[in-house]
């Protein structure tokens, strides 16, 4: 299952594989990782189709031991440190072993568990091949954990690609951080680790070992703009910025694009559930975008994205399958077409119904972000009995200002761009940050009409 890929790494020898703070690993000290692993696996009796949770952030051990656990055909469960409740994650997926980096590689069993039974589980310990379980991010209640053959996430990454030195700033608990990670070392690039993910950090990184891919998240881009950590140090060797994850407000795009001209900015699209598309952006400072690539097909059906995948998960471990019979899922994200490209305008459970009148978060924040004194904005629906929603805007300042101040500005600056049903109704200032440790928007429940 991963010969092909241990043949690669054996192609690439001394050159680097993994970066991690001053450390660099070549592609020879990966393979010695794996070997210890494989014998310390060997040494534990660590049977193939074992549950095993990989408690771990990016770093060079953990990939060592991830492609190890794949090599073993076990059913991986990543959770990083930033991971809300490990204990119940790993319930929900019926953990059986636990392997952190504190234990150099030995597996332990995890307490109280019995022998994971789900008929997924089955199915790939019977196929003998490895599998991985990640997490939705769902606002409330508990998250589904999507089983995924691996086997089949890996095989696109058999063709070869421009090799790049990238920063691995997603997690590995997250579909993107697992398809950095394979993109990157298939091809004989560079994965850089970071333990601090805030915009100088970042920044620094890139400087000190020549970044030349980004991948991260419209809400940290638009970090980066407003610390101006973009300006403080040298990151003349990056080349692209991949975003993703959640819709990027066209203003910090337009601002991004205006200060790195240079840069190719990207946009792209996966789901937990079905893997990383092929994407192509019209332009650095478009967000129309082409989606599919080999073994992805997409149709668009009363204005939502449907996709189906030969890398799309088996099923999920908690909840039924959301396939229809002919393998298609609902992405739930509304879209518009315009020929051959499509613009993701947001998730159907994110959208504000005013009165039957659609309103889409992200147009109205990329409106508001454009203000004096706005830090960052989060639009978001709250319950009406009159027109059944309004729009709330959540403000983070720059520097401290009256709320009736705030809501004047608000109401002079949206008319001339937004229709009256789009003017947020309700305006209010918040002091901490509104995103989750991915790096993502939170959603507030209200939302849901």
Same mark, same amino acid.
Request: charged fraction near 25%.
């Given at each position: ?20 703070? $001053?450390?660099?690993? %070549? ?68 953990? #059986? ?57 890996? #095989? ?40 601090? &993910? ?35 140090? $040298? ?19 337009? &601002? ?21 598309? =092929? ?50 899922? *609902? ?21 504000? *119904? ?60 949206? =008319? ?9 109704? &309700?305006?209010?200032?918040? #002091?901490?940050?509104?995103? %989750? ?13």
């Amino acid at each position: 299952m991963t010969a092909w890929l241990l043949d690669q790494f054996r192609e690439a020898g001394p050159a680097p594989a993994l970066v991690a703070d $001053d450390r660099t690993c %070549s592609y020879e000290w990966l393979l010695d990782r794996i070997e210890r692993a494989r014998r310390s696996f060997d040494e534990e009796r660590l049977a193939p189709g074992t549950v095993v949770a990989l408690l771990a952030d990016a770093s060079p051990e953990s990939c060592a031991l991830l492609i190890a656990l794949i090599e073993r055909q076990t059913v991986i469960v990543p959770i990083s440190p930033a991971a809300p409740d490990p204990e119940r994650l790993m319930d929900i997926a019926q953990v #059986e072993t636990v392997i952190g980096l504190g234990s150099a590689a030995v597996s332990r069993p995890r307490p109280g568990t019995s022998r994971a039974s789900h008929a997924l589980v089955e199915r790939l310990r019977s196929d003998q091949t490895a599998g991985l379980v990640l997490f939705t991010s769902g606002s409330t209640g508990d998250p589904k954990a999507a089983l995924h053959d691996f086997s089949r996430l890996l #095989e696109k990454f058999r063709t070869r690609r421009l090799p790049l030195r990238t920063l691995a700033f997603l997690l590995i608990d997250h579909i993107g951080g697992i398809n950095t990670w394979f993109h990157v070392l298939s091809n004989g690039g560079a994965v850089v680790s970071v333990s601090q &993910r805030d915009p100088d950090s970042i920044c620094a990184t890139i400087a000190r070992h020549r970044v030349e891919l980004l991948p991260t998240t419209p809400t940290f881009l638009n970090l980066m703009l407003l610390s101006q950590a973009l300006l403080r140090h $040298d990151i003349s060797s990056l080349r692209q910025i991949t975003y993703g994850t959640e819709p990027m407000p066209q203003t910090t795009l337009d &601002r991004l694009h205006a200060l790195l001209p240079n840069v190719r900015l990207s946009q792209t699209y996966g789901l937990s559930e079905l893997g990383i598309l =092929r994407a192509k952006s019209k332009s650095s400072g478009s967000l129309w975008v082409q989606l599919g690539g080999e073994g992805m097909e997409t149709r668009v059906a009363d204005g939502t994205l449907w996709i189906r995948a030969r890398s799309a998960m088996l099923g999920y471990l908690n909840a039924p399958s959301p396939f229809d019979a002919d393998g298609w899922f *609902n992405t739930e994200d509304e879209v518009e077409v315009d020929g051959d490209y499509m613009r993701l305008k947001g998730r159907r459970s994110e959208i504000i *119904n005013v009165g039957g009148q659609k309103v889409y978060p992200a147009e109205v924040e990329s409106v508001l972000l454009r203000m004096e004194n706005v830090k960052d904005v989060l639009v978001h629906g709250e319950r009406n009995p009159l027109t059944g929603q309004v729009v709330t805007a959540r403000f983070q300042l720059e520097s401290p200002e009256p709320l009736d101040v705030l809501r004047r500005r608000v109401r002079e600056h949206c =008319r001339a761009v937004l229709l009256p049903f789009q003017i947020p109704a &309700r305006v209010e200032i918040v #002091e901490k940050p509104q995103h %989750s440790a991915r790096f993502k928007k939170i959603r507030l429940p209200e939302n849901a009409g």
